[in-house]
């Protein structure tokens, strides 16, 4: 079993800057992949990012290609999302995700949320113009 627990959300006005961390327990932070995906208010939950095991391959949603970048410290189980040049767009529940299978890192597969095992609770953040 793996637990989740996102934090760093909040409200901030377009064009600042947010960091979400994500903290896991439970099974070997590094034998899992990472992803963040976002949920607006009436949208479906989309894909944001994807990191493999060792950070060494990152997949972006096409909206936030040069604005955000996902990490991972594999030593302090945690996953990052700098959020830089934010948009009211932006705003949603984020929600950090781990997949526990290992296959090729493959975007077609860990931009899905049917790729992911286990998630957090999530964490809002709010952009206003």
């Known amino acids: 079993q793996v637990q989740l627990v996102e934090s760093g959300g909040g409200l901030l006005q377009a064009g600042g800057s947010l960091r979400l961390s994500c903290a896991a327990s439970?099974?070997?932070?590094?034998?899992?992949?990472m992803g963040w995906f976002r949920q607006a208010p009436g949208k479906e939950r989309e894909f944001v990012a994807a990191?493999?095991?060792?950070?060494?391959?990152?997949y972006y949603e096409d909206s936030v290609k040069g604005r955000f970048t996902i990490s991972r410290d594999n030593a302090n189980s945690t996953v990052y999302l700098q959020m830089n040049s934010l948009k009211p767009e932006d705003t949603a529940v984020y929600y950090c995700?781990?997949?526990?299978?290992?296959?090729?890192?493959?975007?077609?597969?860990?931009?899905?949320?049917?790729?992911?095992?286990?998630w957090g609770q999530g964490t809002q953040v709010s952009v206003s113009s």
């Open positions: 995700a781990a997949a526990t299978g290992r296959t090729n890192f493959r975007r077609s597969y860990y931009s899905s949320s049917t790729g992911y095992d286990y």
């Open positions: 439970g099974r070997t932070f590094s034998s899992y992949a």
């Open positions: 990191i493999s095991w060792g950070g060494a391959i990152t």
